[in-house]
């Protein structure tokens, strides 16, 4: 699976926007991009994942560009729940029945009041 | 709640024992995986089972060992532990690894080791 390449930590203020950034250059025509939060010692959540369209669902945004080379999360408007380390994670798909999810040191965000 | 239920939430054995973690995956989930996290190693992945087989191993250390069950439950056996060994242990399910979709993890199994 591609290698991903995340800002170790991010602040946000409450209310504003969350744009998280995730650089995927190598990633494959197969690979899909995904994200995933741990907040404080709790299980990873999954978020939102994509291939090559933007992607919306009620927790976030995905960008992704047109070159697949990056991508932003996007958390519209940020609250203090929303402060957790997130994963971004490239993983190929049509592998048959073997996977797994190779997780990173993702971003930490924080978010303030 | 998630859906995956991972038990005992704590354990707190000496170096030496043998331990044995629970995991029951979400409704219609036929793929389980073995994550283990300790404060300076991140997320590392240990193996997953589809439908009751091995498909995938990690850095998984031969005195760990796992199994997936015909009700899809899932144990992962630590033994001869060590200080070392002591991390979260979380497991995650999935329908159809190989496709879309994301995974589901439990809340972990917080595992000490004396």
């Known amino acids: 699976d591609a290698k991903t390449t995340q800002p170790p930590s991010m602040d946000c203020a409450e209310g504003r926007a969350a744009n998280l950034p995730c650089n995927h250059s190598?990633?494959?025509?197969?690979?899909?991009v995904y994200w995933y939060r741990q907040i404080h010692s709790q299980g990873p959540q999954y978020i939102i994942h994509g291939l090559k369209n933007n992607e919306t669902n009620e927790m976030a945004s995905l960008i992704i560009t047109e070159d697949r080379k990056s991508s932003t999360l996007i958390l519209p408007h940020a609250t203090l729940r929303d402060t957790a380390v997130y994963y971004c994670i490239v993983r190929a798909i049509n592998t048959g029945t073997a996977s797994k999810l190779t997780f990173g040191t993702g971003t930490r965000l924080q978010v303030t009041l | 709640d998630s859906g995956v239920t991972q038990t005992p939430k704590h354990l707190i054995t000496a170096t030496g024992q043998r331990v044995t973690l629970r995991c029951s995956p979400r409704?219609?989930?036929?793929?389980v995986y073995w994550y283990q996290q300790s404060l300076d190693q991140g997320l590392q992945f240990l193996i997953q089972?589809?439908?009751?087989?091995?498909?995938a191993k990690g850095n998984i250390l031969e005195r760990f060992s796992a199994q997936q069950f015909p009700d899809l439950h899932s144990e992962l056996n630590l033994s001869s532990l060590e200080l070392g060994d002591s991390a979260l242990y979380f497991c995650?399910?999935?329908?159809?690894?190989?496709?879309?979709?994301?995974?589901?993890f439990g809340s972990g199994t917080r595992l000490t080791v004396v």
């Open positions: 409704s219609g989930d036929l793929s």
């Open positions: 995650a399910s999935s329908v159809n690894p190989g496709q879309g979709g994301g995974y589901t």
């Open positions: 190598t990633i494959s025509g197969n690979e899909y």
């Open positions: 089972y589809y439908n009751g087989e091995e498909r």
